[in-house]
């Protein structure tokens, strides 16, 4: 018998289908934040200050105004986004900018005459709004103009003497020292939360850090800059660490309140400008205070 061999045609096997691998989780920095992004925007903006106390130094003053300006609008829009708290935003605005430069010739007449000025205003601006929430509106009206205008116009205060630059940049030197000392020390080593329910990445050991470069800075910018006394460099670097300190934990308590992550998106790898105004605005006022009484004015 003859063998038939029968044709055979091999069909392809299917390939399989590429199997999707994941993603390796995105490496996140222990930073918490952008750095080189927020190294970038720390430098532009120390060197616009700069640049203004070399030349003309009550360009500090406008430098000032306009980060006031720009605070109070960032404030206003997260307390509307959020809350649905409107903000007599035109008379804090326009009053703010009155507290500033009223206190470059007339001092601190000038600057409380305008907040009370203010608060007036924003008595009457609300009332065609109705009852509804009308308390709750001038409420954060008066707290807006005093946490931003009036808290900055302590820091346009500073620039005023003859050594207004030393003490300007006294007042600079410390704030920025207790800024990084304490991110340094935090994100190497901290290990212990200062206030985990207002601000869980907040640590002793960054505050720590914060006191000992305060301190440090503290001691050498005031006797090298404004020929004082390296002990009273010293209480003034304690002094700005706890104000920033407590500036950085009551802005963080205010986003907590509102559940916001940043006041803005302004600045890269900051936030907001109000993010980088919380720690500056109450050490102005003690800065302020602590250098009229140390080095009496020229």
């Known amino acids: 018998m003859a063998q038939v061999s029968e044709d055979r045609v091999d069909t392809p096997e299917p390939e399989p289908e590429p199997v999707e691998q994941p993603e390796p989780p995105k ?5 918490g934040r952008n750095l080189p992004a927020a ?20 360009l500090f003053i406008g430098i000032v105004a306009i980060a006031i300006a720009v605070g ?24 703010g900018q009155a507290m500033i430069w009223l206190a470059w010739p007339f001092g601190r007449e000038g600057m409380i005459t305008a907040f009370v000025l203010t608060v007036l205003a924003c008595l009457l601006w609300r009332l065609p709004g109705g009852a509804q929430g009308y308390l709750r509106d ?13 808290f900055g116009a302590f820091a346009a205060m500073l620039v005023d003497p003859g050594d207004g ?16 000392g304490g991110y340094i020390a935090g994100v190497l080593g901290g290990k212990h939360p ?6 869980p990445k907040k640590t002793w050991e960054g505050f720590a850090g914060s006191m000992v470069a305060g301190l440090v800075a503290g001691a050498l910018s005031l006797s090298l800059l404004l020929n004082g006394h390296a002990w009273q460099g010293m209480l003034f670097g304690v002094a700005v660490v706890l104000t920033a300190t407590l500036g950085d934990l009551v802005e963080s308590l205010i986003k907590r309140d ?9 600045l890269p790898g900051h936030g907001g400008l109000m993010d980088r105004l919380d720690s500056l605005l109450p050490s102005a006022v003690v800065s302020w205070l602590l250098l009229s009484a140390f080095v009496p004015t020229p």
Not at 43 to 58: K, W
Not at 138 to 150: E, N, T
Not at 167 to 172: A, C, G, K, P, S
């Open 138 to 150: 001038i409420g954060a009206s008066v707290f807006a103009a005093a946490y931003l205008p009036l």
């Open 194 to 199: 200062m206030a985990p329910s207002i601000s």
């Open 165 to 180: 630059v030393g003490r300007v940049l006294t007042f600079m030197i410390c704030v920025v020292a207790s800024d990084t």
């Open 27 to 31: 490496k996140v920095s222990k930073a």
């Open 258 to 266: 509102l559940g916001i992550k940043d006041m803005g998106t302004m």
């Open 39 to 58: 190294i970038a925007v720390g430098v532009v903006l120390g060197a616009a200050i700069i640049v203004s106390l070399l030349t003309v130094r009550h």
């Open 72 to 95: 109070t609008v960032e404030l206003a829009g997260a307390l509307r986004r959020a809350a649905d708290i409107r903000v007599a935003l035109v008379p804090v605005l326009v009053g």
